[in-house]
């Protein structure tokens, strides 16, 4: 079977727009959250700067005092008080003295000689570089030794110091954004198993293969929500076609039986006449030849051929042209229960075992029971046929509901072929060496013009047959008007 390809798929249309609304919130909020502790980080290393600017400023005021007190020398102090700071601020201080770098570390004098003609503030900040590691320098001004120190601030969004801050928070995201491509892949198969599903039915049905929902989606006919509401339009869109195609094929047979009811009933006229004649002729024969044994025989075999084709022709003629309907109020059991006691030799003979429903329903239809026993009786007759001898069965089961009864007759014999199922109801069709294969004709026939169905059902070949007619509770007429009969 070809299957529908979806390009993309269905499941794909569903999942991309879902994940998106998920995701996106996710990376917006952890994106948010970790600004947030960025900026917080930022702003603890700008304290932490002007903190260690306030402590220089402090040790430089307590050496100064020793200077002017004659403890110690300028000179001396600069030197002491440089190497003492460098040790404790060795890669972010910077002391400068007249445009001239004093202290700093030598990975960072490249970067603060073009910033140093800037420094023209008592005190500020001067940005070196402003990328995603950003680095800029806070400084101030001592005006007793005409120095200015700044403190370099570092900061990188990918820090060490600030992801341990944040790895709660990556640890969720990363975590919610996994479960929310999961529960987002679950849900777009969730709700695409049943659309695609829908899609290989509506294959089948166009390739014309049997629709078979199988075990696994039997939980689809029961959904209440929109996926079930499909699955039910769909089941009665198949419901309905089978039954316009049920409709077609009776149509067809019946102006197909139109057609040879017409031609059967001018072969019954042509054949009956010659019969007539020749029936009277071999009566004179065997008259006029009594006493040959030899001739007796020759022409009792001739008469009882003119006898089949004579019989052929009735039913021919009752074929093409039925008995009108004699309609009054029939109990199907009692129809059955003669056409069981007509049938009593044959069934005795074979040792057929007959299963008939005992059933306390009230089987009262306005129907011909000439019609109705000659329905019963070519059924039963053709299954009385089929089954083997000892070991037959035949079952007979009579159903209801609103509208109409169902008479079922079942049987055990070798049931219809496949490729016999749409031609049991052909006039002369049959399989009988013996048989006129107009039997089951009249049958399909009678039980139409009753306003009923017929249909004959073997699940596989050698399993045995089961015909069900229909008869309604309300006769209608041709004009589609109901009658008061039931």
């Not at 917006?28 to 917080?40: E, M, P, R």
């Not at 293969?209 to 209440?224: A, M």
């Not at 040879?260 to 010659?274: F, K, V």
């Not at 006129?436 to 004959?456: F, K, P, W």
Request: net charge neutral; proline share 5%; glycine share 6%.
């Amino acid at each position: 079977m070809k299957r529908i390809q979806f390009s993309p798929s269905i499941e794909s249309k569903i999942m991309i727009p879902f994940l998106l609304l998920v995701i996106i919130p996710i990376l917006f909020v952890g994106g948010i959250s970790y600004w947030s502790a960025y900026t917080n980080y930022r702003q603890s290393m700008e304290e932490k700067a002007n903190l260690s600017l306030r402590q220089v400023i402090a040790q430089l005021e307590q050496v100064n005092q020793k200077v002017m007190d004659g403890e110690i020398s300028l000179a001396e102090a600069k030197r002491n008080s440089e190497e003492q700071l460098y040790r404790t601020w060795k890669s972010e201080l910077v002391i400068i003295e007249e445009a001239v770098i004093r202290v700093l570390h030598s990975d960072s004098i490249s970067k603060i000689q073009p910033h140093v003609a800037r420094m023209n503030q008592r005190s500020g900040r001067i940005i070196m570089e402003d990328t995603w590691f950003q680095s800029y320098l806070l400084y101030v001004s001592y005006d007793p030794w005409k120095w200015r120190i700044g403190m370099i601030v570092r900061v990188n969004p990918f820090s060490q110091a600030l992801t341990n801050i944040q790895k709660y928070t990556l640890i969720t995201v990363v975590i919610a954004s996994i479960f929310a491509v999961q529960a987002t892949i679950l849900l777009a198969h969730h709700i695409a198993k049943p659309l695609k599903r829908l899609a290989e039915w509506f294959d089948q049905v166009r390739d014309g293969q049997p629709f078979d929902p199988g075990e696994e989606n039997k939980g689809l006919f029961k959904r209440k929500d929109e996926i079930g509401v499909l699955v039910d339009a769909f089941r009665q869109m198949l419901r309905q076609m089978e039954e316009r195609k049920q409709m077609e094929v009776q149509l067809t047979r019946l102006e197909r039986l139109a057609s040879l009811g017409e031609l059967a009933a001018g072969m019954a006229h042509e054949i009956r006449n010659p019969l007539t004649g020749m029936k009277t002729a071999v009566q004179v024969l065997q008259k006029r030849l009594n006493g040959n044994e030899q001739n007796d025989l020759l022409l009792a075999g001739i008469q009882a051929e003119i006898e089949r084709l004579n019989r052929l022709t009735i039913q021919l003629v009752h074929f093409a042209k039925p008995q009108l309907s004699q309609l009054q109020r029939v109990d199907i059991r009692q129809v059955l229960e003669e056409t069981l006691a007509l049938l009593d030799q044959p069934i005795r003979e074979k040792k057929i075992n007959m299963e008939v429903s005992q059933t306390n329903i009230s089987a009262q239809v306005f129907y011909d029971p000439d019609h109705l026993k000659q329905i019963c009786l070519n059924l039963l007759l053709n299954a009385t046929k089929a089954v083997p001898p000892e070991t037959g069965r035949i079952g007979i089961h009579i159903a209801e509901d609103d509208e109409q009864f169902r008479i079922i007759i079942a049987d055990n014999g070798p049931g219809i072929p496949p490729e016999h199922a749409d031609k049991i109801f052909n006039p002369f069709f049959t399989t009988d060496p013996k048989g006129t294969g107009l039997g089951l004709s009249v049958v399909h026939r009678l039980v139409t013009e009753h306003g009923g169905q017929i249909d004959a059902r073997s699940d596989r070949e050698g399993a045995g047959t089961v015909f069900t007619f229909t008869i309604p509770k309300k006769r209608r007429n041709p004009f589609g008007k109901t009658s008061g009969h039931y």
